[in-house]
Nanobody, 127 residues
Framework: QVQLLESGGGLVQAGGSLRLSCAAT????????MAWFRQAPGKERDFVAV????????YYPDSVKGRFSISRDNAKNTVYLQMNSLNPMDTAVYYC????????????????????WGQGTQVTVSS
């Protein structure tokens, strides 16, 4: 049974930083690109970052580029999201997801490209 367990969320002031972790079990971790999405109340689940199995390929939307950084440790079956310069617009539930292949697909920003999902971790940024 595949499980993705996110941790590291919490309450932080604007300008602060958080590091999210997602530990994966029940799958061959290196066979999957890994991604982070987020969902604010009443909004769609939006793409945040994706990383290939080697870590050599990453993509971000403009909204987080330069502030967020995704990384992975295949020995620990864990993917991370380092979030800096947080602002209240970053408030959301953050989800990690496992892709269908080791590399990001052409539609890597679409939630439909990901097979497995975690339960999410809440990030709240106060102004």
């Amino acid at each position: 049974q595949v499980q993705l367990l996110e941790s590291g969320g919490g309450l932080v002031q604007a300008g602060g930083s958080l590091r999210l972790s997602c530990a994966a079990t029940g799958l061959t971790f290196s066979s999957h690109a890994m991604a982070w999405f987020r969902q604010a109340p009443g909004k769609e689940r939006d793409f945040v970052a994706v990383i290939s199995w080697t870590g050599g390929t990453t993509y971000y939307p403009d909204s987080v580029k330069g502030r967020f950084s995704i990384s992975r440790d295949n020995a620990k079956n864990t993917v991370y999201l380092q979030m800096n310069s947080l602002n209240p617009m970053d408030t959301a539930v953050y989800y990690c997801a496992a892709g269908r292949s080791p590399y990001p697909s052409g539609d890597y920003y679409s939630r439909h490209e990901y097979t497995y999902w975690g339960q999410g971790t809440q990030v709240t940024v106060s102004s």
